[in-house]
Nanobody
Framework: QVQLIESGGGLVQAGGSLRLSCAASRRTFSNYAMGWFRQAPGLERELVAA????????YSADSVKGRFTISRDNAKNMVYLQMDSLKPEDTAVYYC????????????????????WGQGTQVTVSS
C-alpha cells in the first residue's frame, strides 16, 4: 500500500500561481504511475495531469494545457503540480492518485485505473 498526502492548496487571485505537492509513503514510489485529479462542487472528478513512473511521459487536460505542469522526484517520493495563470474555474479540491503494478513506463488518464488516493487539498481562485 501507499499513502498519499497532498499540500500546497489555498486561496489565490486569478492569474496567480500555486504549487501542489504530493508525498508518497512507499519506498517503491518509482514503480507507480501518478496523476492529479480535481473535483469542483456538483461536478464529476476529472483528470488534470498524469505522469509515468520515470517522468518521461506526461499528459495534461486541454483545460490546463500550457498553464499546469506535472513533475515528479522519485528520489524524494514526491509528485508536483505547478499551476500558473490560475482561473476561477480552476477552483476545486485537487487529489493525488497512484497506480501500482505498472508494467511499462506509461501514464493513465482514467480515474478507474488508480488504486490509491490522497485526501485532497482545496484550491480556490478568486476573480
Amino acid at each position: 500500500q501507499v499513502q498519499l498526502i497532498e499540500s500546497g492548496g489555498g486561496l489565490v487571485q486569478a492569474g496567480g500561481s500555486l504549487r501542489l505537492s504530493c508525498a508518497a509513503s512507499r519506498r517503491t514510489f518509482s514503480n507507480y504511475a501518478m496523476g492529479w485529479f480535481r473535483q469542483a462542487p456538483g461536478l464529476e472528478r476529472e483528470l488534470v495531469a498524469a505522469i509515468s513512473q520515470s517522468g518521461r511521459s506526461t499528459y495534461s487536460a486541454d483545460s490546463v494545457k500550457g498553464r499546469f505542469t506535472i513533475s515528479r522526484d522519485n528520489a524524494k517520493n514526491m509528485v508536483y503540480l505547478q499551476m500558473d495563470s490560475l482561473k476561477p474555474e480552476d477552483t476545486a479540491v485537487y487529489y493525488c492518485a497512484a497506480r501500482s503494478g505498472v508494467q511499462n513506463d506509461r501514464y493513465y488518464a482514467n480515474s478507474d485505473s488508480y488504486n490509491y488516493w490522497g485526501q485532497g487539498t482545496q484550491v480556490t481562485v478568486s476573480s
